[in-house]
């Protein structure tokens, strides 16, 4: 069974203050991990898709690493503001066919104005 | 811009009646997805399909079927909805998965909110 696991389940913030938070996956067999934000009452919307060990992407303010060999990656939000709030789902994909991906559980992200 | 549609935005159903939840993508996906979501549970996959007339199980299928006649259109079906199955549902699409999926994405629905009475 595949763990994808993230923290903190949820988290406050002051406008202007910078937070991140992990996302824990295996670290056989990878192919790719998947960043989505989901905002209330919307669809969850891809951020990143990241694929090579030491990866970074950036997104505007949203950065994102990744290290494949112990399996983790950051999520950083830079001056968080009100409109980042929502919850944000990591992913694992392996790399065996065509096979789902499997998410954690995600972050609550509450930016308080 | 892929856009995936589902059918419903809310629905309220009696336990015991069949319950059939639509999703059309227009981006010609060969890959569809249906995921429930409840809270402090994530994201859990139903089932999915990587091509016309296939279908997979996924996590949690008892209780669903699927049904993908077309290729941009994947139907969640409850034969026989119950209580338990009040959820957020969600359906998704995506290009292809797997080692020659390079930076592709899901895309998501806007969710279908089912209420089991």
């Known amino acids: ?113 | 811009d892929v856009k995936v549609t589902q059918s419903s935005r809310y629905l309220v159903k009696r336990t015991g009646e069949k319950v059939f939840l639509e999703c059309v993508q227009d981006m010609d996906h060969e890959n569809m997805f249906w995921y429930r979501q409840d809270p402090g549970l994530g994201l859990r996959l139903i089932y999915f399909s990587y091509d016309v007339k296939m279908k997979e199980k996924g996590d949690i299928p008892e209780g669903y079927s699927v049904s993908r006649e077309k290729k941009e259109r994947f139907s969640l079906i409850l034969e026989s909805a119950s209580t338990n199955q009040t959820s957020m549902y969600l359906c998704a699409s995506s290009s292809r998965i797997g080692p020659s999926s390079y930076n592709s994405p899901l895309h998501f629905g806007n969710g279908t909110r089912l209420t089991v009475t």
């Open chain 1, 1 to 113: 069974i595949l763990n994808v696991e993230q923290s903190p389940q949820s988290l406050h913030v002051q406008e202007g203050d910078s937070t991140n938070f992990t996302c824990s996956f295996p670290s056989s067999n990878f192919y790719a991990l998947h960043w989505y934000r989901w905002e209330t009452a919307k669809s969850p919307e891809a951020l990143f898709v990241m694929t090579l060990n030491g990866d970074e992407k950036k997104k505007g303010q949203i950065s994102a690493t990744l290290n494949t060999k112990e399996g983790y990656s950051y999520l950083y939000i830079k001056g968080s503001q009100p409109e980042d709030s929502a919850t944000y789902l990591c992913a694992f994909e392996r790399n065996s066919g065509n096979t789902p991906l499997v998410f954690g559980k995600g972050t609550r992200l509450s930016v308080i104005a």
